[in-house]
């Protein structure tokens, strides 16, 4: 591992999850799920007044066709 990345992995040990170089949980990438479940739950968050905006909106009916003679 590079020593710029010896940050990694800290909080590993205070869950009960193993050490940062050996251990089920050592190259798990939990930070990657975390980041996935976070980016999730912001948008389902933040988006929920726009979608209720939009689905509030009437529907645009097109025009009627003309009448054929």
Same mark, same amino acid.
Do not use: C, H
């Given at each position: ?14 869950? $009960? ?5 050996? /251990? %089920? ?7 990657? +799920?975390?980041?996935? #479940?976070?980016?999730?739950? $912001? ?5 929920? /007044? %726009? ?7 009437? +529907?645009?009916?097109? #025009? ?6």
């Amino acid at each position: 591992m590079a020593s710029w990345l010896s940050w990694q992995g800290y909080l590993l040990s205070p869950f $009960g999850l193993g050490s940062k170089i050996d /251990g %089920a949980w050592a190259f798990a990438n939990l930070g990657v +799920l975390i980041a996935l #479940a976070i980016g999730f739950l $912001g948008t389902v968050a933040l988006s929920r /007044g %726009a979608v209720r905006r939009q689905e509030d909106r009437p +529907l645009d009916r097109p #025009a009627p066709a003309p009448a054929q003679a």
